[in-house]
């Protein structure tokens, strides 16, 4: 098991950037894929961006491509969402996941994601 820590949230104007970041604890970080999930209330789960097990593989939803980056570094066994150009639709609760059995089949399912954190607000104002 991995406890999850999600950091970096909080109030931007639209086109603006934040950086979130997600720290491990547990097992061995690198032996796990990791993904970003945002939720709004009332609305499912979203899929964000997710990184294969050393970074060697990311993906994207095509609402965030070009805009978000998805980074890892094992070392500090902590996974990154930089955020740029902002948009309003973008405003959720971000969280963060690991996939001890991480296939690229599956990298936008929820399911495939055994931990999660606690969640950061991120709220984009106009």
Not at 13 to 22: M, N, T, W
Not at 73 to 102: G, H, W
Request: charged share 20%.
């Amino acid at each position: 098991q991995v406890q999850l820590v999600e950091t970096g949230g909080g109030l931007v104007q639209a086109g603006g950037s934040l950086r979130l970041s997600c720290t491990a604890s547990g097992r061995a970080f690198s032996s796990h894929g990791m993904g970003w999930f945002r939720q709004v209330p009332g609305k499912e789960r979203e899929f964000v961006a997710a990184i294969s097990r050393y970074g060697s593989n990311t993906y994207y939803a095509d609402s965030v491509k070009g805009r978000f980056t998805i980074s890892r570094d094992n070392v500090k066994n902590t996974v990154y969402l930089q955020m740029n150009s902002l948009e309003l639709e973008d405003t959720a609760i971000y969280y963060c996941a690991a996939s001890p059995r991480f296939d690229d089949r599956f990298y936008n399912n929820p399911r495939r994601y055994a931990d999660w954190g606690q969640g950061t607000q991120v709220t984009v104002s106009s």
